[in-house]
């Protein structure tokens, strides 16, 4: 993953970065996805720490990595951070003495994988890493819906109030459309200040069946593929979301 943008390098930011990420629905799908307790579980770009702490508290046994130390910092610095072990990095940094029954890529941070050879060496770290009957799950986006056509400064949501009491408007803009690689523009307004912060970043929107071709190159295979948070089917014309479940293949 590529996280150059002053959001993920400037600790002081990292508030910003909660709370336009808090209430999300894709961590209450993926924690309800897990029946018991006591699983070994690695999060892969864990950002601050919000989801990895929440499976902690299930009373997993929990690992995550991220590239951003100033990320990783922050969570360290959480209530119950204690209770995981952290890697600054990717998935290939992650020890291959470990073993996972269930890992998680939450966020589309799968996006920011721009090439093949990017995506086909997550999967094989994770191959790499996952326990026998163990479970891969992950997101993008479907591209099938064109998603960014709504990325426009007619369509800016309501303010996001910070912890002391400043909002917070996020604006975004496409910039350039190249195949699957869409390069866009984030800007971040502070509604008490005159203060604005601009983030440009590129993610992948990789067809489903690219996707599942890469995980099978990398002796993965599909356990099911769900097209929105409330488990519905995919439908490639009208899913906003792929929701993957992988496993590694018993060949």
């Known amino acids: 993953m590529d996280r150059r943008d002053a959001l993920y390098r400037d600790v002081g930011l990292v508030a910003l970065y909660d709370a336009l990420n808090a209430g999300r629905r894709d961590h209450e799908f993926y924690l309800a996805q897990l029946a018991h307790t006591g699983r070994r579980i690695?999060?892969?770009?864990?950002?601050?720490?919000?989801?990895?702490?929440?499976?902690?508290?299930?009373?997993?046994?929990?690992?995550?990595?991220?590239?951003?130390?100033?990320?990783i910092e922050a969570a360290c610095h959480k209530p119950g951070a204690e209770l995981i072990t952290w890697y600054i990095g990717t998935s290939a940094d992650v020890p291959s003495d470990q073993s996972f029954d269930v890992i998680f890529m939450t966020g589309h941070a799968f996006q920011c994988l721009l090439t093949d050879a990017a995506i086909l060496g997550l999967f094989q770290d994770m191959n790499r890493l996952l326990a026998l009957g163990g479970l891969i799950c992950f997101e993008s986006?479907?591209?099938?819906?064109?998603?960014?056509?709504?990325?426009?400064?007619?369509?800016?949501?309501?303010?996001?109030?910070?912890?002391?009491?400043?909002?917070?408007?996020?604006?975004?803009?496409?910039?350039?459309?190249?195949?699957?690689?869409?390069?866009?523009?984030?800007?971040?307004?502070?509604?008490?200040?005159?203060?604005?912060?601009?983030?440009?970043?590129?993610?992948?929107?990789?067809?489903?069946?690219?996707?599942?071709?890469?995980?099978?190159?990398?002796?993965?295979?599909?356990?099911?593929?769900?097209g929105n948070w409330d488990g519905s089917p995919f439908d490639v014309s009208t899913s906003p979301e792929m929701i993957f479940h992988l496993k590694r293949d018993a060949a």
């Open 42 to 71: 690695l999060d892969v770009g864990c950002g601050t720490g919000e989801f990895t702490i929440a499976l902690a508290r299930q009373g997993h046994v929990v690992a995550a990595v991220d590239p951003n130390g100033a990320m």
């Open 141 to 226: 986006r479907n591209p099938g819906v064109r998603p960014w056509d709504q990325w426009t400064l007619q369509n800016v949501g309501d303010p996001v109030r910070l912890s002391d009491g400043r909002g917070v408007q996020v604006f975004q803009e496409v910039l350039e459309k190249q195949g699957e690689i869409i390069t866009y523009q984030e800007t971040y307004c502070m509604n008490s200040e005159d203060t604005r912060y601009r983030s440009t970043s590129q993610l992948r929107f990789a067809s489903c069946e690219v996707i599942l071709g890469l995980a099978a190159s990398a002796g993965l295979q599909k356990v099911d593929v769900l």
